[in-house]
């Protein structure tokens, strides 16, 4: 019986892939196994906008000339890679069965990538982690912040603590998927407020994204957090556009 037990779990309530949504076997990675096969890691990428690149520790040609708010900059995941369709979904149509999954992300997080081990090399230098935050509207509709909800799990296995009261989202932006850098800048401009600058003088902060395209609104927030006094500023995304 206890042998069946799995087989008849999967015939009456077959699991379904988190990515793509095929049926697929019970596995800890939640993924069917083309979309195992489809998980991009970065393992070369920018310094100061974590775009996948073609040799280690070096400037992408975007930022060559330009001058980021970061110390450093870190993503796991190139944009075409399966995870992204597993963060779009917790951003616009999440569910029940999804919430109850994300263990995926305590998985990503505590594996030995190289990101994550040069990730792993600036922790003692961090002081919290700031997540991108969202619109109190955008907030009531959604139930939850997405980046502060991975945010927290990835604070858990990197012993850090996140801080959601000092960066406020004052502007409710609208979406910004096929926007260009320049407007995303100009749809951005004055939308994030620091509440309290006490807390970040003189403090390195992570700055915790799910999905950056542009790497706009990580750097506005970089930029905002540097003026109101924080020392370093380290950005954080899981998958990134290179
Ligand atoms: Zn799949
Ligand atoms: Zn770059």
Do not use: W
Not at 38 to 53: H, L, P, Q, R, V
Not at 141 to 153: C, D, K, M, P, T
Not at 193 to 210: A, E, P, R, T
Request: hydrophobic residues 40%; charged residues 20%; proline residues 2%.
């Amino acid at each position: 019986m206890q042998r069946l037990a799995p087989f008849l779990l999967d015939l009456i309530f077959p699991t379904h892939c988190l990515s793509c949504n095929a049926i697929t076997e019970r596995n800890d990675t939640h993924l069917c196994s083309n979309c195992i096969e489809n998980i991009i890691n970065i393992e070369a990428y920018c310094i100061k906008c974590g775009s996948m690149t073609q040799t280690i520790q070096t400037t992408c040609t975007n930022c060559y000339k330009k001058n980021l708010n970061f110390k450093k900059n870190f993503s796991l995941f190139s944009y075409d890679s399966s995870i992204t369709k597993i963060l779009k979904k917790l951003k616009f149509t999440p569910s029940d069965f999804l919430m109850s999954k994300l263990d995926i992300f305590y998985n990503i997080f505590s594996s030995k990538t190289k990101v994550l081990a040069e990730l792993d090399k600036c922790i003692q230098d961090i002081d919290f982690i700031i997540p991108v935050p969202i619109h109190k509207n955008r907030l009531a509709q959604r139930g939850y912040n997405q980046a502060e909800v991975l945010a927290n799990i990835f604070a858990k296995v990197f012993n850090l603590v996140v801080k959601n009261n000092i960066l406020k989202k004052e502007k409710n932006t609208r979406f910004m998927f096929g926007l260009k850098a320049p407007e995303r800048a100009k749809e951005l401009s004055n939308a994030f407020k620091v509440s309290d600058s006490h807390q970040i003088k003189d403090k390195n902060i992570l700055v915790f994204d799910d999905i950056s395209t542009t790497g706009v609104t990580l750097n506005t927030i970089a930029q905002i957090l540097k003026k109101n006094g924080a020392k370093h500023v380290y950005g954080f995304s899981i998958s990134k556009t290179s």
